[in-house]
């Protein structure tokens, strides 16, 4: 499989499946190319993705962001743990609907458990990452970030 065919259409998936779980108006701006550590703020969820299309998302916000988009979807505010559990669970729906869809679409495709991120980090041990801008109505501003595997480190496990 082409590794750029395969980005191109884990994009498109995964657009389609954030508009999908999300009940609100979703604007995806343009993506852009990073080569460099990331430094988020907030409230982060990492996803690792595995199967045809390997390497790991990162769903990025603040945490004002993802109060206001738990209130919209459920109605009422969440805070401290119960607004992390809304986080992780959020982004697993995304990245399980990309799954999903990818395999429907005739790749192979797993996801891991998510793991949540509090506060300030840089996440580094990526040779490239692809940034896609997200603003949700009622809700604000989120990130994106995709660190796609080469095809050296997926077949040595790296």
């Known amino acids: 499989m082409n590794m750029t065919t395969s980005l191109t259409d884990t994009v498109n998936h995964f657009i389609t ?13 343009e993506p852009t190319s990073l080569d460099e550590p990331y430094n988020k703020h ?41 607004l992390e559990s809304f986080a992780g669970e959020l982004g697993n729906m995304i990245v399980g609907n990309l799954a999903t869809s990818l395999a429907q679409s005739g790749y ?39 660190m796609q595997e080469n095809e050296r480190d997926a077949k040595s496990g790296h």
């Open 17 to 29: 499946s954030l508009k999908g779980v999300i009940p609100m108006e979703v604007i995806v701006s």
């Open 42 to 82: 907030g409230i982060g969820v990492l996803i690792g993705m595995t199967g045809d299309t390997r390497g790991r998302f990162l769903i990025d916000g603040g945490e004002e962001s993802f109060q206001a988009l738990a209130a919209s979807m459920f109605g009422m505010p969440l805070s401290g743990e119960m």
């Open 108 to 146: 192979r495709a797993d996801i891991t458990t998510p793991t949540v991120i509090i506060g300030d980090s840089r996440l580094y041990g990526f040779q490239q990452a692809l940034q896609l801008p997200v603003t949700i109505e009622h809700a604000g501003d989120f990130l994106i970030l995709f």
